[in-house]
């Protein structure tokens, strides 16, 4: 062989054998699987606890509380959730709990979520078993009730998606990404879709100090943090979060008006103390969660304070989301029962929770000709009657009822709601959803149009009136006292 042509063939071995390095090298550095890319950046994240307030609106509400810490196997989560919640005229404080197990990759291996309230205690517990499943435990009262799940690669808890995201290295903007959470909370795996939109840095408090003057906890030092938003799409609502480089939450800012902010923790102690001496809360969160949030493209800071805000609609499809009146109501439940056949009993509700008219019961009772016993709390019996129970002055009265019948439930301490099994759970998320047209109804358009419109809705503006009662003496004012309250006839 020639010299020359020996030195070509060797030079090409020469730089095959380099290609080939390289390729291994570009495969085992930039097409890692997802498990190893996350276990090596999961190394990278740093441990530590933070501290949230919670607010709905400019109104603390609660606070949170979250340690990241590694363990020997991987590493550990908690997060700790307090909230006033206003029910009857008060508040009441509720505790949600989370403690996690994870992997070196952040993979789920067990689980603890607790609900604690003035109602009771409802808790669920899982961990990750040999053959890829997620054994599942329910206590709320009783015995406890025991279910599982199929573990899929990636699944995980909504308070790790971000994590996970830094972990692998896509905070990036324009990163989009979906992710399997499991919702201990419901009982079910659902997917959240994600994506980056921004990258900025926020300022959050790093160390707070006393003010001898104003009396109080202010903060004494900022410390400036690299945040991307991220906008997470689940169950039909969008929720914007600032997250650090490690994907710890900054701040969360929810639909429903509630928002989550980093601080420190004397700072959000004061601020929810503070606003626990407001009894307007103790009434319910306004008009945040009570009435519909519209967003508005015109700048409202230089507005001044008003009572009323008017607000005109442009290009915007409001069709389908009027409320239908109780008879319009009524006719279409009374179709769905005679396209379903021939029924013994027709329960329904005693009102409903928009307009608490408490009608479409006795409506469909009528459309469908039968007999009603209304604001009833049990039954009993068998065969072709039933025995209803109702409350009646100082005890109960027993009304009975031919088959088929309808009946309207109202509330009592004898039929309150029962947590349904783990396993009725599953199997409920499982079923499909009947759903049933106009047509299929035999029903034409003209005869669901609502037959009462409510035209305005307005809230009463108290009016008070104040007199002075005026007198030289004490005996001088009793005497002006008595004199006005006979003048307006209350004595």
């Not at 690669?153 to 692998?168: I, M, Q, S, W």
């Not at 606003?275 to 008009?287: E, I, V």
């Amino acid at each position: 062989m020639r010299p020359g042509l020996t030195r070509k063939i060797f030079a090409l071995v020469v730089l095959g054998v380099w290609a080939a390095v390289v390729a291994i090298h570009v495969r085992r550095e930039y097409f890692k699987p997802l498990a190893l890319r996350l276990e090596e950046g999961a190394r990278s994240i740093a441990p530590g606890s933070h501290v949230y307030v919670v607010r709905m609106g400019d109104k603390a509400i609660g606070m949170a509380t979250t340690r990241l810490d590694t363990v020997a196997t991987g590493f550990m989560l908690e997060d700790m959730l307090s909230l006033d919640v206003p029910a009857l005229g008060q508040l009441h404080r509720t505790i949600a709990t989370t403690h996690v197990e994870l992997g070196p990759s952040l993979d789920l291996k067990a689980f603890r979520f607790s609900l604690l309230s003035e109602v009771g205690r409802f808790e669920v517990s899982g961990h990750a078993t040999a053959d890829s499943l997620l054994e599942l435990e329910l206590q709320a009262g009783g015995e406890p009730e025991r279910g599982r799940v199929r573990l899929e690669p990636g699944l995980t808890v909504d308070a790790l998606v971000a994590p996970r995201l830094a972990a692998a290295g896509r905070l990036v903007v324009g990163e989009e990404a979906t992710a399997r959470v499991f919702d201990p909370t419901v009982m079910e795996v659902r997917e959240t879709a994600l994506r980056v939109t921004a990258h900025d840095t926020l300022q959050v408090p790093d160390s707070v100090h006393w003010d001898e003057a104003a009396e109080r906890w202010v903060a004494a030092r900022y410390d400036t943090v690299p945040a991307w938003r991220i906008e997470q799409r689940l169950g039909g609502l969008v929720v914007t979060s600032w997250v650090d480089e490690d994907g710890r939450l900054i701040r969360a800012e929810s639909p429903l008006g509630f928002t989550l902010e980093r601080t420190e923790f004397e700072l959000a102690r004061q601020e929810w103390r503070a606003s626990r001496g407001d009894q307007a809360l103790a009434a319910g969160y306004g008009a945040i969660i009570e009435s519909t949030a519209i967003a508005s493209n015109a700048p409202l800071d230089s507005v001044e304070v008003r009572d009323r805000l008017r607000v005109r609609l442009l290009d915007v499809e409001l069709d389908g989301l009027d409320l239908p009146d109780a008879a319009t109501t009524a006719r279409v439940l009374a179709a769905a029962v005679r396209k379903v056949g021939h029924v013994d009993l027709v329960l329904a509700g005693r009102q409903a929770g928009d307009w608490d008219q408490g009608q479409v019961g006795a409506m469909v009772a009528e459309a469908l000709g039968l007999p009603l016993v209304a604001n009833a709390y049990q039954t009993r019996g068998e065969g072709s009657s039933l025995q209803f129970l109702q409350q009646a002055e100082g005890g109960y009265q027993v009304v009975s009822a031919v088959l088929p019948a309808a009946a309207t439930i109202t509330n009592h301490e004898s039929n309150v709601a029962r947590l349904p099994k783990v396993r009725d759970i599953m199997l409920a998320n499982r079923k499909p959803i009947t759903q049933w047209s106009l047509g299929d109804l035999g029903l034409a358009a003209d005869e669901v149009a609502p037959r009462v419109v409510v035209e305005a809705l307005a809230v009463p503006v108290p009016e008070g009136h104040c007199t002075f009662i005026e007198g030289e003496t004490a005996q001088e004012k009793a005497q002006n006292l008595a004199r006005a309250l006979r003048e307006l006839k209350v004595i």
